[in-house]
């Protein structure tokens, strides 16, 4: 790869080419957008809303499902047409499916520029000013992959993690962000080392890579300092973050990220060795917790069904700013699909999992991921599923229809053999279940007292499914006065009347206590209670 230089600012004034970011698929990438964007801020690169005025259009991109990349593949098809008729814009893809189509997309594709990895995001600088001073002569001055090797090298390269510098340098814009600039996302772990068989990320986003719990704790002041109150911790596996202390450390001392322990090491208590110093989860989140004050919400995402310690319920239970809520996928209610899946958990260690959390929290708000139409999902396999959902107490569930992705195990070895139109009613029988299954859950909440993380007016926004997850039936509440809508500590999305006394503005981005009287499968609705002074 050539070119060490980056774009130019005078006096720190942008005078780079206008770019056009878009975002597809989950948080991480939410958050890797969020990064690159103020990276390339601080060099001198304008962003704009619209891709018609942009010098650079680049697509952050998911491969988790085949329809995510379509939608990807459209967008560039259309550049494409620009191109031939005479438009000038450099067109890159960031993220997952560059990752997973290797440099040979830019000979299929000629109309794509540039092709970064979610793991060489710190490559994309100097990538553009390649393209951009016309040094990019060679396929490699345009690519920054990490490789068929990407497990391997990522491991080796935990030590030196460039990725690192990335986090740490998060720019900081007091309106940009989540929520005018008061919600956050903080990765602590990248990658992933489970290989459910159906799933790409372990290949895209290579190993797992466990972050020093001191930039963590650093990353989160600084985001207080800036007026942040709700932070998101993410993982692909977030309950799995343990932290060796003094395994990885710089010539100057500083911990570096490091590789996760193996899973046998987890499952039998030794991660880390014996006698080792380590920051596991729970002491991460309590770290937090207790360092950071101002954080009035702690949330993280996604956890894995096992090896979840009693050790994190506990510090759930005794730190009240550690949200009661947890995003724990089952997959799936059969035992024969979850052993075809590889996820390393029985029903029964699900359900005991579950029961275990709700005798720990019993105010604690669960939702989950279910993959239907899996490879052999026969109708008794899909009942079994459809008992788990009915068993159990998940706010909501985000369906999906299996897609088969190149690079996994399942594609090679078992035929995508459900038929469309039976992975397509199974997602509609769910959605019906599950819908059930949220209204008693929200009903639960009338005549409940909850502070709201006050999002946004209306309800459109809230009450959106992210990217290619089918939410359970939204629906849109009608009244005559102007509504505001956020979400519980649970997570769960409240829709209030603003008095017309009280500028709804104002209350956007603060937490305020809300009488819940009434609820709907997807929604509660309620009234401010007592003083209007934020909680
Ligand atoms: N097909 C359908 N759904 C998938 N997911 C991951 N890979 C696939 C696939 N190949 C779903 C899982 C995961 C969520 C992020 O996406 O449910 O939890
Ligand atoms: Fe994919 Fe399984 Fe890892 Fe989740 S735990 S990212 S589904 S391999």
Redesign the pocket.
Known sequence: MRGSMVTPTIHNQPIGPAIYLETFGCQMNELDSELVTGHLQALGYQFVDQPGTADVVLFNTCSVREQAENKVFSRVGRLRQEKDKGREVVVGLLGCLAEREGSGLLQRRPEIDLLCGPGELDHLPMLLDNILKGQAVEAADRVALQGSNSRRSAALSAAEDSLEVLDLSRAFDPDGGAIGGRAAYVRITRG?N???TY?V??NTRGAEVHRPPDAIVQECRALADQGVIEITLLG??VNHYVYVHGAAVSSCGDELPQVGPGLSAFRNGTAGGPGSRKTSFADLLARIHDEVPEIKRLRFV?S?PRDFGDDILQVMQQCPRICRYLHVPAQSGSDRILSRMNRGYSVSQYREFIDRVCSAMPDVSIAGDIIVGFPTETDEDFDQTCDLIRSVPFKNNFVFKYSPRPGTAAINRFEDDVPEAVKRSRLNTLLAIQSEVSRTVHEREIGHLHEVFVEKLGTGGAQQAPAGRVELGWETPVGPQAQLSGRTPGDLITVFDVPPTQSAESLIGEIVPVRVHSAAPRLLRGSLEGALNPV
């Open positions: 992933c489970k290989f459910c799933c990320v372990p692909q596996t996604t894995y």
